[in-house]
């Protein structure tokens, strides 16, 4: 649910093309960042919803249902992983991952349509369960 000044700031940021591939190698290592850093809002194959999911407005997208953000960029996602998105739950991830990080997380949730079977398998296994 970006905004138009939201898409505006993405253009105009000129977000070069992903520096890595969405081969194996970099979308395992995107389960992994994923896994850690964005699973508990935007949900996991196969789980039910994170609770705080739904108590954010707006709400945090489960990237997991439907077709999550496959249909946007990795540079889009890209983007707002770095930066976050203002006035909602999205954290900035500037410093908190290195940049091929951000880019193997982008390159994940751009292609949750088509993982590998080792990228689903990574995702599924010892994820952490609520209490
Ligand atoms: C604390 C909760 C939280 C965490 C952790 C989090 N996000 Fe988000 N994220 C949100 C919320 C809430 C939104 C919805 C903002 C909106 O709709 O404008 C969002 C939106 C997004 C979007 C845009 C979704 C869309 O429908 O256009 C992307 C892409 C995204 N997050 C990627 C990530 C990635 C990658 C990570 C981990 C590195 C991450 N997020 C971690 C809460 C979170």
């Known amino acids: 649910m970006a905004s ?3 898409d505006a700031r993405i253009v105009n940021a000129k977000v070069p093309a992903p520096p890595i591939q ?3 190698e970099n ?3 995107g389960a992994k960042v994923y896994k850690e850093n964005c699973a508990v ?3 996991l194959p196969d789980q ?3 609770a705080i999911a739904d108590s954010m407005y707006p709400n945090a997208t489960l990237m997991f249902k439907g077709k999550g953000v496959s249909d946007d960029p990795p540079q889009e996602s890209y983007w707002k992983a770095a930066n976050g998105i203002r006035l909602t739950g999205m954290p900035s991830f500037k410093g908190i991952l290195t940049d091929t ?3 193997q997380a ?3 949730v751009a292609s949750t349509d ?3 079977d080792s990228v689903k398998k990574a995702l599924a296994l010892n994820h952490r369960r609520p209490r």
């Open 4 to 6: 138009r000044s939201l």
């Open 106 to 108: 982008a390159q994940l």
């Open 41 to 43: 809002c935007h949900g």
């Open 22 to 24: 969405a081969n194996e």
């Open 48 to 50: 039910p919803p994170p």
């Open 27 to 29: 979308l395992l290592a």
């Open 114 to 116: 088509k993982l590998p």
């Open 101 to 103: 990080q951000l880019w």
